[in-house]
């Protein structure tokens, strides 16, 4: 069974900094892209970072309203993806989700929602002014 199970969120400052895992499982985890995306309410869910895989050198790529704040990493031993976050604003506050996918994702298709096949609960961010 495939499973994305996410953790590190909370209530932070703005200013603060928090650090998101998310722990893959039941497939070959080198091989697959692992996004990291965003939704705040009445908002449409938007890609915040992506990382590629394994065999495709783990290029990242980030939105960018996060470029220079955020850091993604992953850690194949452990089939963990890593989402770094600095300097949070209270834009920032969002239900934080990761996802899986088997496509060769580049720097105009990684934020698409559609090329990921599978998708964890979440875990909540707020940033308090």
């Known amino acids: 069974e495939v499973q994305l199970v996410e953790s590190g969120g909370g209530l932070v400052q703005a200013g603060g900094s928090l650090k998101l895992s998310c722990r893959a499982s039941g497939f070959s985890f080198d091989d697959h892209a692992i996004g990291w995306f965003r939704q705040a309410p009445g908002k449409e869910r938007e890609g915040v970072s992506c990382?590629?895989?394994?065999?495709?050198?783990?290029?990242?790529y980030h939105a960018d309203s996060v470029k220079g704040r955020f850091t993604i990493t992953r850690d194949n031993a452990k089939s963990t993806v890593y989402l770094q976050m600095d300097s949070l604003k209270p834009e920032d506050t969002a239900l934080y989700y990761c996802?899986?996918?088997?496509?060769?994702?580049?720097?105009?298709?990684?934020?698409?929602?559609?090329?990921?096949?599978?998708w964890g609960q979440g875990t909540q961010v707020t940033v308090s002014s």
């Open positions: 990382i590629s895989s394994a065999s495709t050198y783990s290029s990242v």
């Open positions: 996802a899986a996918s088997t496509y060769e994702l580049a720097g105009t298709t990684w934020y698409s929602g559609f090329l990921y096949d599978d």
